[in-house]
């Protein structure tokens, strides 16, 4: 079998450029390697019969971008035209949309090729990708462990190298810890840097879609592709967009970073603790400079997480009742039966939990006594972080806390699916860019990742040092070992 997707980015638009290949061969291959990979379970609905006519359309066009016919996946919350999106849902199990998603306009202008909708946590509500209606989804480098969540899907087929690019959507960690399970860059962006517009909401003051790639640089040129400000989306920042691979390839020499000891707590796995000592250590030879902080109330930050993002979410799932589209159950006399039943019946256990503690935040004077006090809390969190990032140039730690665990495990624990996120949760409670990097293995050779954290709308300056690391370590994340 050809291995083009095998082949870096570059290399492949090399060969796209002097006709070696064509966009079919790389859209073939992708679906064969899916074939191979199915027990992954990656994926909820393919998109072959448009992939191809789309790959034979483009055979004569001009090849005028390096992402030209690339193939990628998009994490099934994200809405596509005339090809389902289900959000992991029985709610939304035959649901068509008839718009595309901002982000999918501009990879469609780029002419990459959608392959299919990948796998997620329901409503990507879920650090485990076991809350799917459609199954979990397992992990390329052990099938009896998690691929994380809630974008498990994405991590999982680029892990696996089905595809060299996905989309995932981070609400608390949704990008960054299932890059980490499975061996894959993954960033969350500044909150506002890429649109939302057509993104299924679940928190819509955390979500944030972002780009899941097999390296640095390919992630960078993935999110040049899907920034930029949008008049649909009322979060959007009319900032500059920048080329996000500018700095990579520059001296690290000189940069001061900041290590929370939060970070590196007692919670966190010693092998993880070692493994990102001996980053630090690796950069210290390289002129990095480091200093372990203390950061004002980040300590609170699941719980924090949990009112207010639950609270958003119980507001945003009420649209889905029966009434306009979406599944509707038979077993009804009347409205209020329909709305109960429907609902009972299209969500799942996460889902339900999650709903009723957030209408529980937001009712009568629970309003002032939780949601309220929460709002002013993150806000201390977000300065506080802020003022981190003046004096220093990126924060680091690692993703997780663990590496990928068994399948099965906590699967009825409504509280570790939010513990499994309280390193990536602070980012997310400042809008700051965030990237969790592949840094080694564990004694079980599961995947180690390493969370760089940026100032604002500095995406760039995460690129620069994850580039850095990335090109000392020189993993190996090809070989899985066949487990």
């Known amino acids: 079998m050809t291995k083009y997707l095998d082949l870096s980015l570059i290399e492949i638009n090399d060969l796209l450029k002097t006709k070696k290949i064509k966009p079919i061969d790389l859209v073939n291959e992708a679906f064969i390697r899916i074939e191979q990979n199915k027990d992954l379970n990656c994926f909820i609905t393919l998109n072959k019969e448009e992939a191809v006519k789309k790959a034979m359309e483009l055979e004569n066009e001009e090849v005028d971008n390096v992402l030209f016919s690339i193939p990628i996946v998009i994490k099934d919350n994200i809405v596509t035209k005339d090809l389902r999106t289900t959000c992991a849902s029985k709610m939304l199990d035959n649901f068509i949309p008839v718009y595309d998603a901002t982000v999918i306009e501009k990879i469609k202008n780029k002419n990459m090729i959608i392959i299919g909708k990948t796998n997620m946590d329901e409503f990507a509500m879920g650090s485990s990708n076991q809350t799917s209606y459609y199954g979990p989804v397992l992990n390329p480098w052990n099938k009896s462990k998690v691929s994380g969540g809630s974008s498990g899907g ?31 860059v993954g960033l969350k962006p500044t909150y506002g840097r890429v649109s939302r517009y057509g993104l299924v909401a679940f928190a819509s003051s955390f979500d944030q879609i972002g780009p899941m790639t097999r390296n640095v640089f390919e992630n960078a040129l993935l999110l040049n592709a899907i920034v930029g400000h949008d008049e649909k989306d009322m979060t959007s920042s009319k900032k500059e967009v920048e080329d996000f691979t500018r700095l990579i390839g520059e001296d690290v020499h000189g940069m001061k970073i900041a290590i929370p000891n939060y970070y590196m707590s007692d919670t966190v796995n010693k092998e993880i603790k070692n493994r990102i000592l001996y980053v630090i250590d690796l950069l210290k030879s390289k002129g990095v400079t480091f200093e372990y902080i203390d950061i004002d109330y980040i300590k609170y930050s699941v719980p924090l997480y949990q009112i207010i993002a639950l609270a958003e979410a119980s507001s945003n799932l009420a649209r889905f009742d029966g009434v306009r589209y979406g599944y509707r159950t038979n077993n009804f006399n009347n409205l209020d039966e329909l709305y109960k039943n429907t609902r009972a019946e299209g969500f799942g256990d996460e889902v339900k939990r999650n709903i009723m503690i957030g209408s529980y935040v937001l009712s009568g004077t629970n309003i002032k006594t939780y949601y309220d006090k929460a709002l002013k809390m993150r806000k201390a969190i977000s ?21 990928a665990y068994n399948l099965g495990e906590g699967q009825d624990d409504a509280v570790k699916s939010f513990l499994d996120d309280m390193l990536t949760i602070p980012a997310n409670m400042a809008g700051l860019p965030s990237m969790s990097l592949p840094i080694g293995f564990d004694n079980d050779g599961m995947p180690i990742g390493m969370q760089i954290i940026g100032k604002k709308f500095d995406e760039a300056l995460i690129y620069k040092l994850a580039a850095a690391v990335e090109k000392e370590l020189n993993l190996d994340l090809d070989n899985k070992g066949g487990k």
């Open 383 to 403: 300065d506080s972080l802020d003022e981190i990032l003046s004096k220093y140039d990126l924060i680091i730690g690692p993703t997780t806390t663990t590496t």
């Open 154 to 184: 994405s991590a999982s087929a680029v892990s696996s190298r089905i595809v060299p690019f996905a989309l995932g959507s981070d609400t608390g960690g949704s990008i960054r810890q299932p890059a980490a399970f499975t061996g894959v």
